[in-house]
C-alpha cells in the first residue's frame, strides 16, 4: 500500500525537522550555561545541527545498504537548494549577494561538487563503483579547510553570511538535556523512517532508490533550508538566504558525505554522474547571474529561471530516465 510509506516519509520529515531544532536548543543552551559565544554557538552547534537530517538519513541508508540513497540524498539536496529554494527566495524578494559569498563561497562549493564528480568517475571507472574511507578523509580534509576560513572570517571582523542572529533558548538543565536526548533519539527515528519510506516506495512504483533520493527525500530534507531562506528573503536579508543555502551545499558534500563514507564505504549510482554535471551547472548558473544584470543580484526573472529549471530537471528525471 502507497499510503505507508508516504506515512513513514511525512513521520520522518516532521521527527528531523523537530528533533534538529529540539537538538540545536538543548545544546545551546547548555552551551550557553558554560559562557560559550553566541558567535560560537552559531558557527558549531546551529551550523552542524541543521545539517543533522541529511546526515542521519545518509548514515542510516549506508548502513541499511541503501548507499544509491544515501548519495542521491546529498546530490539532490544541492540542486534542490540552488534552482529551487534560491529560486523561490529571489521570487519573493530581489538578493544581493555580499562580495565574499560571490567570489570564496560559491567558488568553493563549485569545487566540492567537482571533486565529488571526479571521485564517483574515478570509482565507476576502476570498477568499484564505491566512495572509499580514503574518499571520506579527503572530503573531511577540505572540510577543516572550509571551517577554517569560516573562523578567520571572524577572527578578521568579518561575519559569515549565513550566521543567523542568535538567540540561545535560557531553560533549565534538566529540560536542556532532555531536549539533546530527545533531539538524537528523534533524529534516528526520523532518518529511520525516511529511509524505510523511500525504499518501499522505490519498490512500490519500481523506481530506483536513485530517484526517490533526488527528489522526495531531497527535498524533504531540505525543508529547514527552505523555510530559513524564505523568512529571509521576506525580512529582506539577501545575505542569510543565499548563505545558508550556499553553506549547505559545502556541508552536504565535504561534513555529511565525507563523514559518511568514512564510517562506512557507501556505493555510488551508476547514473548519478549526469546528476553530479546538473549540480555543476547549476552552481554555474548562478555564478552567471551574479555578473549578468545588475553585479551580485538575484533578481525575479533570475529566480524565475532558476525554478523553470528546477522543474525541468524533475520532468526530466521522472520522464526521460
Known amino acids: ?16 525537522v523537530r528533533s534538529s531544532d529540539w537538538l540545536i536548543d538543548g545544546t545551546s543552551s547548555v552551551a550557553k550555561r558554560f559562557h560559550v559565544p553566541d558567535l ?13 537530517p541529511e546526515l542521519m538519513v545518509s548514515l542510516i541508508a549506508a548502513f541499511t545498504g541503501s548507499g544509491d ?33 560571490t567570489w570564496k563561497e560559491i567558488p568553493f562549493s563549485l569545487l566540492a561538487i567537482i571533486i565529488l564528480g571526479v571521485m564517483a568517475l574515478d ?17 573531511l580534509s577540505f572540510f577543516v579547510l572550509f571551517m577554517v576560513y569560516v573562523f578567520d572570517m571572524v ?26 536526548v530527545a533531539g538524537i533519539i528523534g533524529l534516528a527515528l526520523g532518518g529511520r523512517a525516511v529511509v524505510s519510506g523511500a525504499v518501499v516506495l522505490a519498490r512500490t512504483f519500481g523506481f530506483s532508490e536513485r530517484l526517490i533520493g533526488l527528489t522526495i527525500v531531497a527535498i524533504g530534507t531540505s525543508l529547514p533550508e527552505l523555510v ?8 529582506h536579508r539577501a545575505d542569510i538566504a543565499v548563505g545558508n543555502i550556499i553553506g549547505s551545499n559545502i556541508f552536504n558534500i565535504f561534513w555529511i558525505l565525507g563523514l559518511t563514507a568514512t564510517i562506512r564505504p557507501i556505493s555510488v549510482p551508476v547514473d548519478i554522474l549526469g546528476d553530479i554535471l546538473v ?15 545588475p553585479r551580485r543580484r538575484l533578481d525575479r526573472v533570475k ?19
Do not use: W
Open 123 to 139: 570509482s565507476l571507472r576502476t570498477g568499484s563503483a564505491t566512495f572509499q574511507r580514503s574518499d571520506g578523509i579527503i572530503l
Open 69 to 101: 540513497l544515501s548519495v542521491a540524498n546529498i546530490i539532490g539536496s544541492n540542486i534542490a537548494n540552488i534552482l529551487l529554494i534560491l529560486g523561490v527566495a529571489a521570487v519573493i524578494y530581489p538578493l544581493t549577494v555580499k562580495r565574499s559569498t
Open 155 to 180: 577572527r578578521s571582523g568579518s561575519r559569515p553570511a549565513d550566521l543567523k542572529d542568535i538567540e540561545v533558548k535560557h531553560m533549565k538543565v534538566k529540560k536542556a538535556v532532555f531536549l539533546m
Open 1 to 16: 500500500m502507497i499510503i505507508i510509506p508516504l506515512l513513514l516519509l511525512v513521520l520522518g520529515f516532521f521527527l528531523l
Open 303 to 321: 529566480g524565475s529561471l532558476l525554478l523553470a529549471s528546477y522543474f525541468g530537471y524533475l520532468v526530466y528525471l521522472v520522464v526521460v530516465r
Open 228 to 235: 530559513t531562506s524564505a523568512v529571509a528573503a521576506f525580512k
Open 279 to 293: 549540480a555543476i551547472g547549476a552552481t554555474l548558473l548562478l555564478m552567471l547571474f551574479l555578473f549578468v544584470g
Open 40 to 52: 560560537t554557538i552559531g558557527l558549531t552547534i546551529i551550523a552542524f545541527g541543521t545539517s543533522a
